[in-house]
């Protein structure tokens, strides 16, 4: 029998929509028929005059948890993403400890078991746990990060050569390597240089990271991922030129995706001024013409997905008039669904884009689909019910995150998730938390859905060579 039929209501796929009623029997979609055609279940919600989506995927958040639990912990982190109609996250390695090892990688599988949303966990690649990265694939990583310039937590971005050995282990899996793809040298150099020369305000941010860190850091990842066959997804791209590089290696034929934040897409130079150091993020906000490039990219599948970079921090630690003694990051995943339909609302993406870009596209590239990403029978029950028209105003204040400082203050949205489904269940209704729904999160298997891994030069790889060597 059915459990759930949601009735009335607009179902929006990746390229196309249609009116029908949406069942679901346990935690998935059971049909999508004509309306009122089921009528039997044991609970009826008239949805008219709203729409069905697919639950946002949001492959980079930042919940703290362990070590940093006064910014965010997976309870607040997952309630925030109920609230903004996100039904599974990829949660980041920079915790304290960081998640390095096989036993940390179980420590944040505890901590996540509060999640009232599904989540993916990073494996972190760094310069100093390559020995461990096969310990973390066997205890379940659904994906690795790979820090190539610092930022929040300070871990020791690998060196090109560390990168290239974690690459070849990696490769294999066919797990994607996530890239911080900034490159830390570069940065160190000129940062060192402005903070001797005393220029400390925010946009001197900028200036210790320009567009050029970003792109040497894609178009030298992408050569590592191509020679490697290993899997990469450029995060949070802020710039206009790092679409070439990357525009560039899909044409190779390399596997390699990319994602943009709203800070990258709504905020630029013109706003450090009113924002000061609450606009620190890395990278850094950039031009206007930037934010247009990206907006093209995101159109055209060039940039192939939203994600938040969800990193939430208090606001003493956001505020300070040394811009590099301020914390980097805000709390994203409640206002990334409102942000962009905005701009649906607007004419500037359609809801069947939007559709692919936070939610079918990260689900094919992390290995999720078809159980999520799509509203289809058989598929996981994920789904954010939106009202297209539903005003709101952003106010850090209502955020369910623990970070209650945002650039976005004070902007009015329109459109918003006004229910969110997560494997059948309510964890939203009505724009309020739905009780007892700490712990109905699990964590997603990827490789089992994966499409097959294809590992090239592995005769040429460390691991092969030092085989060999110790078997004669
Ligand atoms: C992130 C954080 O605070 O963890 N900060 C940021 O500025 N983006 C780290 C990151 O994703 O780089
Ligand atoms: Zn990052």
Redesign the pocket.
Known sequence: MTDIILTGGTIVHENGRERADLAITGEAISAIVAPGTITDAKETIDVGGQHLIPGGIDM?V?FREPGYTHKEDWQTGTEAAAMGGVTTVFE?P?TNPPTRSATELRDKQRCAAKACVDYGIYGLLAEDNIDEIPGLIEAGANAFKC?MGN???NLPSPSTGAMLEGFEIIAGSGLRISL?AETASIMAWRQERLVKAGLNDPLHHIAARPEIVAIEAVARAAILAEWTGARVHV??ISSAGELRPLAEAKQRGVDITGETCPCYLFLNSGDYERLGSVIR??PPVREEKDSQAIWEALNSGVVDMIAT?H?P?TPEEKTNDVIWDA???FPGVETQMPLMLTQVAKGRMSLEHYVKISSANPARAFGLWPMKGRLAVGAHADIAVLDMSREETVQAKNLHSRGKITPFEGQTTIGAPVHTVVRGRFVQRDRTLCADVKGHGRQVTSIQTMPKADPRNQDQSLATILAAGAAS
């Open positions: 980079h930042h980041m920079n820090f930022t929040f937590g911080h995060l949070h993020v890395n970079d990193a921090h914390d980097c990051g």
